[in-house]
C-alpha cells in the first residue's frame, strides 16, 4: 500500500503561529495533493504537487515533497482561527490509479 | 465551493432497511468515486467509476452496490443496512486533471 502517514496527529498551535504537517508515503507517485476538512464536512483540494516538484506555494500554503524520502509537508504561515480543520495529504500513482489518502492530521488554532 | 451533492446529509435508519444515498454532480466529470469514513480516521475507497456503465470496488470490501447510467449521478446502494454500516460516506469527482472535487457528505446511523 502506497498510503500516506501524517504526523503529527494533531497540532495545537495560536493565531498568528506556522503549522507544519507531514506525509510519508511507501510507493513511486505521480503527484501528492493536500486537502483540508472541516468538521463533519467534505474535503476541499489546497494544493498538488507533482513528483518532479520539490517546492511549491500557494497564497499562505508552502508544500515540499522530497521524492528519495517519500514524504511531503506543508507548512501553514500565520495561521488563524479559520484554519482549524483536519488536513490529509493523498498520492497518486498515475494512470488509471486512484487516491490513496492518509489518516490525517487535525489542527487546532486558537484566537 | 465544487458542484458536487449528496443526499441525505444524515439518515438515521433500522438494521435490515434497504437504503440509497444519492450523489450527482454538474461539471460534466467522468470519473466519480464514493468513499467511506469513521470520525477522525482516514478515507477509505470503496467504489469508483471512471464513466457510464463503468464500476469497480475500491480498495475496501463493502457490502454496498454503485450504478452509473448517467454521466452525473452516482447513487449508492445499502439492500439491507446494519450498525457495522454506520459511518460517513463522501462522493467525490474527478474531470481531466487529478484533482478531485467532494460532496459534504451523508452521515448515516443503522441503529
Known amino acids: 500500500s502506497q498510503q500516506g502517514e501524517e504526523d503529527p496527529q494533531a497540532l495545537s498551535i495560536q493565531e498568528g503561529e506556522n503549522a507544519t504537517m507531514n506525509c510519508s508515503y511507501k510507493?513511486?507517485?505521480?503527484?501528492l495533493q493536500w486537502y483540508r476538512q472541516n468538521s463533519g464536512r467534505g474535503l476541499v483540494h489546497l494544493i498538488l504537487i507533482r513528483s518532479n516538484e520539490r517546492e511549491k506555494h500557494s497564497g499562505r500554503l508552502r508544500v515540499t515533497l522530497d521524492t528519495s524520502k517519500k514524504s511531503s509537508s506543508l507548512l501553514i504561515t500565520a495561521s488563524r482561527a479559520a484554519d482549524t480543520a483536519s488536513y490529509f495529504c493523498a498520492t497518486d500513482a498515475g494512470g488509471y490509479s486512484t487516491l490513496t489518502f492518509g489518516k490525517g492530521t487535525m489542527l487546532l488554532v486558537s484566537p | 465551493e465544487a458542484d458536487i451533492y449528496q443526499t441525505p446529509r444524515y439518515l438515521v435508519i433500522g438494521t435490515g432497511k434497504k437504503i440509497t444515498l444519492e450523489c450527482s454532480q454538474t461539471m460534466g466529470h467522468d470519473k466519480m468515486y464514493w468513499y467511506q469514513q469513521d470520525p477522525g480516521m482516514e478515507l477509505h475507497l470503496i467504489h469508483y467509476s471512471y464513466g457510464v456503465n463503468s464500476t469497480e470496488k475500491g480498495d475496501l470490501s463493502s457490502e454496498s452496490t454503485v450504478s452509473r447510467i448517467r454521466t452525473e449521478h452516482f447513487p449508492l446502494t445499502l439492500e439491507s443496512a446494519r450498525p457495522s454500516h454506520t459511518s460517513q460516506y463522501l462522493c467525490?469527482?474527478?474531470?481531466?486533471?487529478?484533482?478531485?472535487?467532494f460532496g459534504p457528505g451523508t452521515r448515516l446511523l443503522v441503529l
Open positions: 510507493t513511486s507517485i505521480n503527484n
Open positions: 467525490a469527482s474527478s474531470g481531466t486533471g487529478e484533482t478531485q472535487y
